[in-house]
Structure formats: structure tokens, C-alpha cells
């Protein structure tokens, strides 16, 4: 069931982090015919591509970890015992969740104060941007408490 719950959130994210990059993709090249074309510029667009772009990125991170897909340096622990292994793991795991808690509360405290910060050339704050921080945050230390789960489970 838990597991379930994840695999939709993380595809409900996938689909989000797509969404994103094709509209980063199409405000890019609007931006780019406006201002050459036409002689317009959208002073907003800078901050609404800073804003989506934070967000895609941390959605876009919180994926990679979920799926495995991120980067990974396997020379030493291809050289451990598979219990070894294991409980190298299960301690990487927990050391990651400790510093997800950390984002957490930090990124909540960072947020709180830029909620009172604008964009530079529109009246939302940045707060919005940092709030990926402690969102994604929370997200991966889930898909953690997945991973440690799973390897509680194999390790029977």
C-alpha cells in the first residue's frame, strides 16, 4: 500500500517535472521572439522561469532518488559482502534522512523569511520558490523510509 502511494506520487511528479520544462521551453522561446521580433520584453518572465525552474529541478531530484537513477559511486561498495552492503546502505539511508530533516527545517525557516521578498519585476514573493526546499524534502525522506523498508525486508 505504501508503496503504491509513492509510485503515484512519483508519477504524478514526473508528470509535473515534464510540464514544467515544456513550459520553461515554450516562455523561453516566447521570450526570445518578443524580444527580437517584436522589441518586447516581459520583464515578468525572468522570475517565472528562476521560479519554475527551481522547482523542476528539485521535482526532477526527488525522481532521480526514487527511481535510483541519480548519480552513484560503486567501487567500494561493489567490493562489500552483501551484508556488508546492506548495512552500508541502511546507514546511507538514515544519515540521508537526518539531512532531509535538516532541508526540512531550514528550508521551512528560509521560506518563511523570502515570503516577505519579491520577485524583482513582480509582486510574488520568492518565498515560493524556496518552498521546494522543505516540500522535496519531505518527499524523498518518504521514498527513504521506502528504501529502508525494502532493505529491512530483503535483508530477512
Known sequence: MYSRILKKIESIMAKLTGLLFFCILCITVTNIVLRNVLGVSWLFMDGLLR?????????????LFYRNDHLIMNFFSDKFSDRAFVIVDMLQ???FLLFMGILVYY???VTSIRMT????????????AYMSVPVNAVIMA???????????????
Do not use: D, Q, R
Open 51 to 63: 521560479l519554475m525552474f527551481i522547482w523542476m529541478v528539485f521535482l526532477g531530484s526527488s525522481i
Open 93 to 95: 539511508h538514515v544519515l
Open 107 to 109: 528550508g521551512i525557516h
Open 117 to 128: 521578498i519579491p520577485f524583482e519585476t513582480w509582486n510574488l514573493p520568492t518565498g515560493y
Open 142 to 156: 518518504l521514498f527513504a523510509v521506502e528504501k529502508i523498508i525494502y532493505l529491512k525486508e530483503s535483508n530477512k
